[in-house]
């Protein structure tokens, strides 16, 4: 999707105020998926779903099973999608999971999660990144407030918030270990950053991200206006996040790993094009630019189990 009108200009020199976005937030309607009007109004209002306990059993064992390997996997060292901590060698991220991950790549095209992606974007969805975050126990650092809409509007070149991102909890997340803090509501307004961006500006964000973070007076009204929650739940659960929505975390202050899967689903009517604040489109593994095909669901598994699993899992938390 070719565009040259940039609505939501960021990155200048110095900072303009924050202003009300200018897309829907919810695309499609109750009869186009599985969540109901009161969850699509609930995701309207705050720009967040959350599902305790969605995934269990044989099936959230294997993703776990799955995190460890690609962690410990020899393969996987010095490869540019694989982020170290700050200041250690400790794996932070690893990105285009979906690539080296057969498991991950049918997570993402899960029979219980793409129908809401394509409902609550009311359209087909190619997937636009998709990542872990390990955090580590003692050693995993934060990450700050941002909005992932505004640096992928201006590093990658997407012109429109019509992208969600899906979150599966592979371990206990609690108030300890760092969990995702989002601040409801603020996905109803885009609040621009200064600065011009670097040439590579992902290789020091990935890591510490200084630039693309909004500034304090603007982030105080958001937190005045919609309070803080944190994504605090069991492995298994499942956030569903609005692209725009300022969220953050802390450093991870427990023994324990916070690690989850994340999947970026972009309608197919929303590709990126050039980049609205930056030279250069970030690379490949970060913002996808070799197909644009729509994800077709992963086979399911037999599907009276199937069936009661997502009536079970899509009842409101």
């Known amino acids: 999707m070719a565009t040259t009108t940039d609505l939501y200009p960021s990155r200048k020199s110095e900072p303009d105020e924050f202003f009300p976005r200018r897309d829907p937030t919810v695309y499609g309607t109750p009869d186009d998926g599985p969540l109901e009007q009161e969850q699509l109004d609930r995701y309207r209002r705050d720009g967040f779903l959350f599902f305790p ?55 993402s095209r899960h029979p219980r999660v793409l129908p ?61 270990n760092g969990p995702l803090m989002l601040i409801p509501g603020s996905h109803r307004y885009f609040i621009p950053c200064a600065g011009p961006t670097p040439d590579n500006h992902y290789r020091q964000s990935l890591r510490v991200q200084k630039l693309g973070v909004p500034d304090t007076d603007s982030l105080a009204h958001m937190i005045e206006s919609g309070g803080i929650e944190s994504a605090i739940g069991p492995a298994g659960s499942l956030l569903l996040f609005e692209c725009n929505l300022l969220h953050g975390s802390n450093a991870n202050m427990s ?39 729509p994800l077709k669901t992963a086979r399911a598994k037999h599907r009276t189990d199937l069936a009661r699993e997502t009536d079970s899992a899509l009842r409101p938390a």
Not at 60 to 65: A, D, E, F, I, T
Not at 87 to 96: A, L, P, Q, T, Y
Not at 148 to 155: G, I, K, M, P, V
Request: include cysteine.
């Open 116 to 176: 809401m992606a394509e409902q609550l974007l009311g359209s087909p969805v190619y997937l636009h990144q998709s990542r872990i975050n390990y955090k580590p126990g003692f050693k995993g650092k934060g990450f700050n407030w941002h909005s992932d809409f505004e640096t992928w509007h201006a590093e990658d070149g997407m012109p429109a918030m019509r992208a969600v991102s899906c979150s599966v909890i592979l371990t206990d997340n609690d108030m300890y």
């Open 255 to 293: 023994p324990t790993p916070r690690s989850n899967a994340f999947f970026v689903y972009n309608s197919v009517f929303n590709t990126p094009d050039r980049p609205f604040g930056a030279r250069h489109r970030r690379p490949g593994f970060l913002s996808n630019n070799e197909s644009f095909a």
């Open 53 to 107: 306990g969605f995934f269990s059993g044989n099936e959230l064992g294997q993703y776990r099973k799955e995190l460890s390997r690609l962690c410990c996997d020899p393969d996987m060292a010095g490869r540019e999608e694989v982020i170290t901590e700050p200041d250690g060698e400790e794996v932070r991220s690893i990105f285009r999971v979906h690539h080296h991950s057969q498991l991950f790549d049918e997570l």
